[in-house]
């Protein structure tokens, strides 16, 4: 990552002699020259090191002086096992003055880049990373652009996406079935710019894959674009040319700030002004919006000094993967996309805009991809190669290689059959980039996951099971590098629990090695099993009925009336006798239930909606004093968080018209109490002091900042995920981890 050639300027600028290679374990140099020369050089080496270069040690020692005349860049040494892949990265400062300078040969190229930045994960087809293995090989360098691929003084030395527009990719404008469109004298880009100001819906290609986008302060383009795709809540992400321009619409701290204009340029959830112009339509009902900078040269040409936002979000149809490769898209999306435009630099591998919160200054990942992936996480300790197949809803997969671990880009939901290709594609496109030959196989403890038959189908290797929230909390312990034991709170949706119950609620004590579930929220019935996540007025009925038996439907909440008369008596046999109602202990569908029964939804239109609704609401309101609830000892042995009383009392607070802001405000404050009760009482029994929290529901920043703070408040060294997600976007991690330690009992 333009490593080799910053230390040959460095080494030239103070005079040394001597030679830089890449090796396996990192960059090995000898310099000789004057020892002020050399002191000042081994400084800048760490102090003015390129913006993409990750220097984990930086380790020298004395050698005696040689013969040697000048700087050199030498060949790699052929022998692999360290290949390290960059996320793809933001054009850098260099490059985007460049963009915008008249006199540069660059001016206006949407496809300029240099070693500091550009495409890379995204372009890449094999190793060692060079241009022949890459989407650019058809392209040929022109004279200039290779002179200055081969000049070490160069910012563009060894660059392998150099190109210019005499000889690099190039745009297209088409219309939806595929034919360019006659531009006149003005570029596809501009024409591009016009048509999104009439309100057009454009596919545009970018560097993971095709984003949909429309002018976001057009009400009538933005409604188009939700009724085309079929997509009528979820909100969509924003693009906007500059901080400036979004703190007109959002409220922006320094940290997120920071997350937005870092290289990785993910989406940033921010909060929305109250008198903001962005289409109502963008993301109803909740109090964020989702926005990025933009992360290629083509975005920063589209928006600069053309539009306040625009609509950027996934090229796909609902559940299926994002379109990337240009045939695809052009047959996928031309019933949503009214034009194209579109480029001859094939996208090789997907890779979604990764999304991120700001929790207590740092990032919270709520999906880790592009600009990410594949950075490596440090292990706390090497281990034999894993591959870890993830879940099943926010699939990733992770490969370890020594005491690294490389997280998948989002792979989405494998129900999907177009997804589901994509994890075999994904698996063996890491396996050879990264050169990892796996030697164990994790999997998730669910036996109908499609994750746990892909692994099965595997040859030859031992493979684990694991626990699902298991590895959720081993997956906060490994980036955290921790060793020993700590307390996991895992606050989930659901996870197999191998008792023939859906865990999701859970206070595990252990480690990498063993755990034991101490405590977990009371198991009531899962009405309809997943129908339940689709429809939380199912679970509000399990919860109500769990506090007032029978006699439920007295109450006269509007959820309750809104279910027919005949059907009552289905749901009461269904939980009464269990009829597809398996027993749950998961927190989110006690998310679901509470927001049910304050009257926020009976049905939900994406996972997680009755959640983000419930938080942006308590958001409103101030700290309450906690409802009553009790822990009490199960029959396992393990304690019982039981929140019936809680429940109780939000239904009583929903009947006498109590502000549904400070009922949902209460319930994140009950919650937070009872987490920090439930772990004094394991702490007292186990004498440990440290927990991890990990699992779905902890993307609610509220319950977060609650559950850190009451937890910190009684001691305790509280611990949550910063590198990946808490969700099951980042559980192969931990898969990962826990089966390189034990792979060894499955043989
Ligand atoms: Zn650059
Ligand atoms: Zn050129
Ligand atoms: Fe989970």
């Known amino acids: 990552m333009g490593f080799r050639p910053f230390v040959f300027r460095l080494a030239r600028l103070h005079q040394l002699h001597g030679w830089v290679k890449n090796r396996p374990g990192g960059v090995l140099l000898e310099a000789q020259g004057e020892e002020s020369g050399i002191s000042a050089f081994l400084t800048a080496l760490e102090s003015e090191a390129p913006p993409l270069a990750d220097i984990t040690a930086l380790k020298s020692e004395e050698i005696s002086p040689c013969r040697e005349d000048g700087f050199v860049i030498l060949a790699s040494s052929e022998e692999g096992g360290d290949a390290q892949i960059s996320p793809d990265c933001d054009v850098c400062p260099d490059c985007l003055r460049e963009l915008f300078d008249p006199s540069d040969r660059r001016f206006r190229y949407p496809f300029i880049n240099c070693t500091n930045c550009g495409p890379r994960y995204s372009i890449i087809t094999g190793v060692p990373y060079d241009r022949p293995r890459t989407t650019m090989a058809p392209f040929t360098m022109c004279p200039d652009c290779l002179a200055e691929y081969r000049d070490p003084a160069q910012r563009r030395f060894h660059a392998q996406p150099n190109a210019c527009p005499a000889c ?146 996934s090229g796909n149809l609902s559940d299926e993967p994002i379109a990337f490769r240009d045939d695809q898209a052009l ?32 990032p919270l990942f709520l999906r ?193 009336a809104a279910i027919p008369e005949k059907e009552r008596r289905i749901y009461l046999r269904m939980l009464e006798r269990r009829i597809n109602s398996p027993l749950t202990s998961s927190c989110g569908r006690l998310f679901d239930a509470v927001g049910a029964i304050i009257g926020l939804r009976n049905r939900v239109s994406y996972e997680g909606q009755a959640a983000i609704e419930l938080e942006a609401l308590a958001e409103r309101a101030t700290g309450q004093s906690p409802y009553p609830f009790s822990i009490v000892k199960g029959e396992a042995g393990a304690l019982q968080l039981d929140l019936r009383a809680m429940v109780a009392s939000i239904a009583e607070k929903a009947l006498d018209g109590t502000d549904p802001c400070v009922i949902a405000r209460a319930f994140h404050d009950t919650l937070a109490a009872a987490v920090a009760e439930v772990c004094e009482l394991i702490r007292a029994a186990s004498g440990t002091e440290r927990v991890v929290l990990s699992g779905g529901v902890f993307q609610n920043r509220l319950l977060s900042e609650g559950v850190h703070s009451s937890l910190s408040r009684r001691g305790f060294r509280v611990l949550s995920q910063r590198l990946v997600p808490p969700n099951d976007g980042g559980i192969a991690l931990g898969q990962a981890v826990i089966a390189g330690r034990t792979w060894k009992n499955y043989l």
């Open 168 to 313: 690099g990719p190039r745009l297209a404008l088409t219309d939806r079935a595929g034919r360019a469109l006659e531009t006149g004298d003005s570029s596809p880009l501009q024409t591009a710019v016009e048509l999104l100001r009439r309100g057009k819906i454009l596919a545009i290609k970018g560097v993971g894959g095709y984003h949909l986008a429309v002018h976001a302060l057009r009400d009538d383009s933005v409604g188009e674009l939700r009724r085309r795709k079929k997509r009528d809540e979820k909100p969509f992400a924003l693009m906007a040319p500059s901080l400036t321009a979004i703190r007109g619409f959002a409220r922006l701290t320094g940290s997120e700030e920071r997350l937005l204009s870092g290289p990785e340029r993910p989406i940033v959830l921010v909060q929305k002004r109250e008198d903001n112009p962005v289409s109502a339509q963008v993301a109803p009902a909740n109090g964020y919006f989702g926005v990025m900078l933009p992360s290629t040269p083509l975005h920063h040409l589209l928006l600069r000094d053309n539009f306040a936002a625009l609509v950027m979000t």
């Open 331 to 362: 047959a996928r999306l031309s019933r949503i996309a009214d034009f194209f435009l579109t480029h001859d630099r094939a996208i090789h591998t997907r890779a979604d805009d990764s999304v991120i919160r700001v929790f207590q200054g740092g």
């Open 368 to 560: 880790r991809s592009r600009g990410y992936v594949p950075r490596g996480v440090a292990l706390p300790a090497s281990q034999p190669s894993v591959l870890a197949t993830g879940a099943e809803l926010k699939s990733t997969v992770c490969l370890t290689r020594g005491d690294r671990a490389f997280l998948s880009q989002h792979i989405g939901d494998l129900k999907n059959a177009a997804t589901f290709a994509c994890l075999e594609e994904t698996v063996q496109h890491l396996e050879r980039v990264l050169e990892i030959r796996p030697a164990i196989v994790a999997h998730d403890l669910h036996p109908d996951y499609l994750s746990t038959s892909f692994a099965a189908a595997i040859p030859g290797l031992p493979k684990v099971a694991v626990q699902h929230h298991h590895a959720h909390m081993a997956s906060c312990m490994a980036e955290h590098g921790l060793e020993g034991e700590v307390i996991g709170v895992i606050l989930d949706g659901a996870g197999y629990g191998g008792d023939g119950t859906v865990w999701g609620g859970e206070f595990l004590q252990g480690g990498y090695t063993e755990f034991q579930r101490m405590a977990h929220l009371l198991p009531v019935p899962l009405p309809g099993g997943d129908a339940a996540a689709r429809e939380p007025f199912r679970m509000a009925l399990s919860w109500l009925r769990a506090v007032h038996g029978e006699k439920v439907f007295d109450l006269p909440l509007p959820l309750l």
